[in-house]
């Protein structure tokens, strides 16, 4: 079975976009997307080997999924092709790993979503022409999807590491991919990305668990330098149709995110972040699994900002509305209460703190902590933990809080001990005492 290249299709199965962020409901059946579906909430990325020998799905679903929708090792594959042959057997599952989503700045309203993400791979040989591929666990189909006949994988694509820390099971992995730059601008991409790297590895908390993150950079060529600005009229031809304006919000810059994963899931389908640097120097950017920025002096504190929402669940804590939004406070950051007891970071309140918190009484940016009231696009009904943390204000610094739930969601999605063995011989006391469990570091 091939572990080669693949290129991938994002499939339309994101009935999670758009969701309300409090409301992980029941399963539902997303059969709508028509040449695809899967059971419950979910995204199903899918591709074909370069050798076609296999194809490979990458599945995210609600966590924890449906009782009826355990994905275990034990899936089974049925493949129908254009001729209608079949063939059928036992799917390889590997890399089961725990991801959050949230994006709160997005077009599409916004969502937040706890999933599980499991790769699998499927033996077809040359039988994938238009082929119906269906998948079931315990006797229950939970996918199905039409592979196309002919998938291309774009032959003009570079990668590169640029600090790589361990293997890509135990580490998050983030991948930085160019837009809008030209053949003659690979070099430019190579200095904008690593600027963007060493800015946020050198950026708290990022900084003191940089062993957690594995970044590569995918230099790809576009026709045009720059992005899209449609309140302007400029339209340019890059390689992944980024575009200001997304949703009518000037700032907000998105990618066409299929293109994007059709690349990097094709080189890296272990990535869990995805950061489209946009070579447009205008001010924007904007959350969710695939990232964007541009390269406006202000983008490494804007891509971090961005992956504080992606990577650590974070909410917007800026009152700029962005369309219609409820008053809801699901992340760690926000609270519908300025009431002690009921504040999720009351454990960083010192006694004596004023609640609500008025901004008068800040002595930094992040300090004291306590109940500002104003955030995640409101001005009243919501209160954030400092007076104007990165999650406020880009260039700022992330609050105690903000850094305490980053650090909570890194371990969750990473690990630093790779291998665990207990002592085979039989020890002195003393020995025993320093030896119950030793552990190997990666």
Same mark, same amino acid.
């Given at each position: ?52 020998? =296999? ?26 092709? $254009? ?9 390889? #599952? ?22 599980? $993400? ?19 666990? /315990?006797?229950?189909?939970? %996918?199905?999807?039409?592979?196309? =006949? ?10 590169? *590491? ?7 099971? $135990?580490?998050?992995? &983030? ?42 950079? &995918? ?6 330098? !720059? /992005? ?33 994963? =059709? ?26 699994? #695939?990232? @964007?920025?541009? @390269? ?6 804007? %891509? ?57 009484? /800040? @002595? ?9 009231? !104003? ?21 700022? *610094? ?8 980053? #650090? ?35």
């Amino acid at each position: 079975m091939s572990s080669g290249k693949a290129a991938w299709l994002l499939l339309l199965l994101m009935s999670v976009m758009g969701c309300d962020p409090v409301d992980d409901g029941a399963a539902t059946d997303a059969a709508s997307s028509g040449a695809s579906r899967v059971q419950g909430k979910a995204w199903l990325l899918y591709g074909v080997a370069d050798d076609g020998a =296999s194809i490979v799905t990458r599945i995210w679903r609600s966590r924890p999924p449906p009782a009826n929708l355990g994905l275990s090792n034990d899936l089974n594959f049925l493949i129908t092709d $254009s001729m209608g042959s079949t063939a059928e057997g036992r799917a390889l #599952v590997t890399n089961h790993k725990h991801a959050q989503f949230s994006e709160v700045d997005g077009p599409a309203g916004g969502y937040h979503w706890d999933a599980e $993400s499991t790769v699998v791979w499927i033996p077809i040989g040359d039988a994938h022409d238009q082929a119906t591929v269906s998948l079931t666990s /315990a006797g229950m189909e939970v %996918a199905s999807f039409v592979v196309p =006949s002919k998938i291309a994988l774009h032959s003009s694509h570079i990668v590169e *590491e640029i600090s790589v820390t361990g293997a890509p099971e $135990s580490r998050i992995n &983030i991948v930085i991919i160019g837009d809008g730059y030209t053949a003659n601008e690979a070099a430019k991409f190579q200095s904008d990305s690593d600027a963007i790297a060493n800015f946020l590895l050198s950026t708290r908390p990022y900084n003191e668990y940089r062993n957690l993150f594995n970044i590569h950079r &995918i230099i790809t060529e576009s026709a045009e330098s !720059g /992005a899209d600005h449609p309140d302007l009229g400029i339209d340019v031809i890059n390689r992944f149709g980024s575009s200001f304006n997304c949703g009518g919000i000037p700032r907000s810059l998105c990618a066409n995110d299929s293109l994007v994963f =059709s690349v990097v899931l094709g080189h890296l389908p272990e990535t869990d972040q995805v950061l489209v640097l946009v070579n447009d120097d205008r001010y924007g950017g904007a959350g969710g699994q #695939v990232a @964007t920025t541009s @390269t406006h002096a202000s983008s490494p504190y804007i %891509a971090v900002h961005e992956f504080g929402h992606t990577l650590a669940g974070l909410a917007d804590e800026y009152e700029t509305a962005t369309g219609n939004r409820p008053i809801i406070a699901p992340e760690a950051n926000v609270s519908l209460s300025s009431e002690l007891g009921e504040i999720k970071w009351s454990h960083w309140i010192e006694d004596g703190t004023m609640l609500p918190t008025r901004d008068a009484f /800040a @002595t930094s940016n992040v300090e004291p902590i306590g109940a500002y009231e !104003g955030a995640r696009y409101h001005s009243i009904g919501i209160f954030r933990p400092a007076p104007a943390c990165k999650m406020r204000e880009s260039e700022s *610094e992330l609050c105690a809080v903000c850094v305490e739930e980053s #650090v909570r969601r890194f371990h969750s999605q990473s690990s630093l001990i790779s291998q665990l063995r207990r002592p085979l011989a039989k020890q002195s006391t003393s020995q025993v005492e320093q030896l119950l469990l030793s552990f190997k570091l990666s």
